[in-house]
């Protein structure tokens, strides 16, 4: 628009020009000097227009050059906050740049953390699986122990049943032996009391049994057992007391009672009978000799010590000793205690677990009672003072 304005001033100063180069022209022709005045006038004004034009355009101008120095000084102030902005920008992108770069260091922090526990967390499952399969198979395995656990229970039930239906009977049965012994007892001291000799009297005898081995053998205790069970049964006896075996070496004591009622002569004389039993197998003799139930008892017996280095088997008066011997192979003796050395076993039964020394025990007695035979037919051989 300024351009304009300047190209139309530029054209008044040239027409103004032009005018007075007319009016100072003399026009030879009258005709046209009317008209050169008329044109003379008239461009003085247009330029006098010109000159207001101009006049009125450089005010406008003016104002609008204030305007434009107000807006000038208007952008000045904004180029000047601009510029503050600029640096708050520039200063706010370097700490948003630092920001980021913390940002991306504790994002690549936690990513590789994250990474390591996800790992970790992977071979916490695997773990954890194989420990639930495990768990499983052993919760499997618990299960299939209870159900046998359970069926036991059910067996041990009734066994228990069982049990307690035999203790019944047993502590039925204990009580009839009880009162049994009882009656036998007061008849004993009754003929005692009366002045009759006990052993000539039928009863149900009692008779002592121990076996001795030098160390707990299951396999040889089981024979012992099953050969003392046979002889049991062929000299017609129960068992009346088991009492619990000594551990560390195995030492084991009964009582046995006769099923009849005997005298002690008819005891001792069974003990007799086996004894000669013994003897008589030792010596191979044919078993037509022999009972055939006390035969086979007795070779149960002699069968279950083969094994076993030392023994000791007592029976009422009756022993069995089997031990080593540095000349020759184990030994193995049968013989009849003494009532002496009865008496001193029933005192002190140690030699019983030391078959060597209830060897020499019983060979000390042996000579102790010879030498009092001696003694007493020494003293019947003297002649009596007159």
């Known amino acids: 628009m300024r351009e304009g304005e300047d190209d139309q001033l530029e054209q008044g100063d040239q027409l103004a020009k ?219 006896v129960s068992v009346s007391d088991d009492f619990p075996a000594e551990t560390g070496s195995w030492f084991k004591r009964f009582f046995v009672r006769t099923n009849d009622l005997a005298t002690q002569p008819e005891v001792a004389e069974r003990l007799q009978k086996i004894e000669r039993a013994l003897d008589i197998k030792g010596l191979d003799t044919p078993q037509s000799l022999i009972d055939k139930n006390k035969a086979e008892a007795i070779s149960t017996v002699l069968s279950s010590l083969e094994k076993v280095p030392s023994a000791v088997i007592q029976f009422g008066s009756l022993v069995i000793i089997k031990f080593p011997d540095s000349q020759s192979d184990p030994r193995v003796l049968v013989r009849t205690l003494s009532q002496q050395e009865l008496i001193i076993l029933e005192k002190n039964p140690h030699p019983l677990k030391n078959p060597q020394d209830l060897d020499l025990m019983m060979e000390k007695a042996t000579h102790i009672d010879s030498l009092k035979s001696q003694k007493i037919l020494e003293i019947q051989s003297q002649p009596l003072e007159t």
């Open 18 to 236: 032009q005018g007075n180069r007319f009016a100072k022209q003399e026009d030879p022709l009258a005709k046209r000097d009317k008209q050169t005045a008329e044109q003379s006038k008239q461009l003085k004004l247009y330029a006098q227009k010109l000159e207001q034009v101009k006049s009125e355009i450089g005010v406008q101008i003016a104002e609008q050059g204030d305007q434009l120095a107000k807006q000038g000084d208007q952008l000045a102030n904004k180029n000047v906050q601009s510029a503050k902005q600029g640096e708050q920008f520039k200063f706010t992108a370097q700490k948003m740049d630092r920001l980021k770069k913390e940002i991306e260091l504790q994002l690549r922090f936690y990513t590789q953390k994250t990474d390591r526990f996800k790992k970790e967390l992977d071979t916490r499952e695997k773990r954890l699986l194989v420990l639930i399969a495990k768990q499983s198979a052993e919760l499997k395995l618990y299960t299939l122990k209870m159900d046998g656990l359970k069926k036991e229970i059910g067996l041990l039930d009734n066994r228990l049943q069982v049990t307690i239906f035999e203790g019944k009977q047993s502590k039925d049965m204990l009580h009839q032996s009880q009162n049994e012994l009882q009656n036998e007892l007061h008849t004993y001291l009754s003929f005692v009391s009366l002045g009759i000799d006990p052993q000539d009297i039928a009863f149900h005898r009692f008779i002592p049994v121990r076996a001795y081995l030098p160390e707990e053998m299951p396999n040889e205790v089981a024979s012992i057992n099953q050969a003392l069970e046979a002889l049991f049964n062929a000299l017609n």
